[in-house]
Structures are given as structure tokens and as C-alpha cells.
């Protein structure tokens, strides 16, 4: 059964710092795995998808990678802004279509 | 830009009543998703549903839960007789490929009292 766990459950950074967040799963087996944020009373919001076949993926200040054989996956956010405050989740998918969540990191940037 | 829309955006309802929480996916995709979020918790796989038929179903999804696409663009989740336990916020989701990237809505906040 897949397991994902994010370290640390919450981040708190000062404005312009570049930032690591980490997502850990147990079954290397997958066939992606998706990083959202969601903010306070919100939905998730897709930010990025990486393929199994895949080692990494960018979008704007943001780059997500893969690593399957250790079963870990970092986001980093470059230049970090108060707006970039919020949840983030990691999510793993095995081939069932069903995305297995970590807990995810609660990421506060002050001005 | 395409977007999943969920309504209501938050039903109170007691417990054993009905209540069917509707969503809308992207209109070209063809995978649907229910996920759903107790307070503080991981958000949680509940079904997949494609080509009219449930594809997998997590152990939540019990005999009081059912998903149906009543009309080739809603895509409903009822919950038959609710518990107090059912309260949660639920997600739907909404893939235009097997397991591509999921587009979720915002939310229906259940509150079972």
C-alpha cells in the first residue's frame, strides 16, 4: 500500500529565500506524481505533473523532481513571495488513476 | 481557462438524510474523480469513473456512496444516508487521459449534524 509522507509539515521563510519542499513515498511502482497547492478553504490547484519516465519538470519559479529508486520528490520555489503562501500536497499515482496524498507543507513567506 | 465547478459550495444536511453533491469536469475529458478531505486530514481517493462505470472504488466508497454522469456533462456524488463521519470537504477531479494530470473543483463542504 502506498504511503506518502512531506517533511517538514510546515515552512516559514522570509521574502526572496529559495526553498526546498520534500515528499517521500513508499512504492517506487508509480506512474506519476503531482504536486498542488491548496490554499486555506480552497481547492487544489495542479502545479506540476512528472511522468515516471521523467527526472524533472519546470514551471516558472517553480521545478519539480523525481527520483523513483530512492521514492523521493522535491519541489523548490526560487525566490519565494508572500503570494507563494499556502499548503502544498504531493500526490503519487500507481496505474489505478488514484492519487495517494502526503499531509502536505504549510509554507508561510514573510514580507 | 477550462475549470472543474462543483455546487453547492457547502450543504448542511442531519444524519440519514440524502444529499447529492454535483461537479462539472473539464468538457473534453473523460476520467471523473471523487477525492474527499475531513478536517486536518489527507485529502482521500474515494472512486474513478470512466466510460460510464466506476474503474476503482477506495474502501470508503461504501454501499452509501454512488456516482453517476446523469447527463454526459454532470458528474454526481450520493451519499444515501449520511453520518456524522461524512463530514469533510469533497473534491472533484476531472482527467482528459488515464492517469493524467487531475484538474480538481473547489470543494463541497459537507456538514452532517
Known amino acids: 500500500k502506498q504511503e506518502v509522507t512531506q517533511i517538514p509539515a510546515a515552512l516559514s521563510v522570509p521574502e526572496g529565500e529559495n526553498l526546498v519542499l520534500n515528499c517521500s513515498f513508499t512504492?517506487?511502482?508509480?506512474?506519476?506524481l503531482q504536486w498542488f497547492r491548496q490554499d486555506p478553504g480552497k481547492g487544489l490547484t495542479s502545479l506540476l505533473l512528472?511522468?515516471?519516465?521523467?527526472r524533472e519538470q519546470t514551471s516558472g519559479r517553480l521545478n519539480a523532481s523525481l527520483d523513483k529508486s530512492s521514492g523521493r520528490s522535491t519541489l523548490y520555489i526560487a525566490a519565494s513571495q508572500p503570494g507563494d503562501s499556502a499548503t502544498y500536497l504531493c500526490a503519487a499515482e500507481g496505474g489505478s488513476e488514484k492519487l495517494v496524498f502526503g499531509k502536505g507543507t504549510k509554507l508561510t513567506v514573510n514580507p | 481557462e477550462p475549470e472543474v465547478t462543483q455546487t453547492p459550495s457547502h450543504q448542511v444536511t442531519q444524519m440519514g438524510q440524502e444529499v447529492i453533491l454535483r461537479c462539472v469536469p473539464i468538457?473534453?475529458?473523460?476520467?471523473f474523480y471523487w477525492y474527499r478531505q475531513i478536517l486536518g486530514q489527507k485529502v482521500e481517493f474515494l472512486v474513478s469513473?470512466?466510460?460510464?462505470?466506476?474503474?476503482?472504488k477506495s474502501e470508503i466508497f461504501d454501499d452509501q456512496f454512488s456516482v453517476e454522469r446523469p447527463d454526459g456533462s454532470n458528474f454526481t456524488l450520493k451519499i444515501r444516508s449520511t453520518k456524522l463521519e461524512d463530514s469533510a470537504m469533497y473534491f472533484c477531479?476531472?482527467?482528459?487521459?488515464?492517469?493524467?494530470?487531475?484538474?480538481f473543483g473547489p470543494g463541497t463542504r459537507l456538514t452532517v449534524t
Open positions: 468538457s473534453n475529458h473523460l476520467y
Open positions: 477531479a476531472s482527467s482528459e487521459v488515464r492517469s493524467g494530470e487531475q484538474y
Open positions: 469513473f470512466y466510460n460510464n462505470e466506476i474503474s476503482e
Open positions: 512528472i511522468q515516471s519516465s521523467q
Open positions: 512504492d517506487s511502482a508509480i506512474y506519476n
